[in-house]
């Protein structure tokens, strides 16, 4: 017959509430560091406001572009090395974004949106012709062409 003694037995009970008490201390901590229960949304949201204005450059007039049809119309657009490109996307209702990746621009227009202006500033030194996409409807042949032409 083996002597059970208060101690033997306390012992497991013991480990066994300190391991409960470390680990809520530890669920505790990872949940406080890890936010508020709603997954972070990735940082690739096309919502990057274009280039500030220059002062120095007029307003130039808009280029209309339209974004119906799953297409941009005109296909091409012409914008200059060094100065302010201005933009106004022609909404069909639906979500598109503009984006130019090679300029940093990334614009969404909201679904709903049938007049949205878009400024941003074409870099002198900028030449060639610039890949434009709506990063929704790439893959339906939603892309187009922007000309830099000094
Ligand atoms: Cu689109």
Redesign the pocket.
Known sequence: MVPAGPTFRGRPWRAVALCGLVLGLFLSAACGQGGYGAPRPTATTPARTPAPASTESPTPTAVRLD?GG?QFTPGVLEVEAGKKARIELLGDG????FTIAALEVDVAVPEGARSQVVEFLVPAGTAGELKLV?S??ELAG?VGTVRVVK
């Open positions: 974004l799953y639906l979500a598109h974004t709506c929704f409807h939603m």
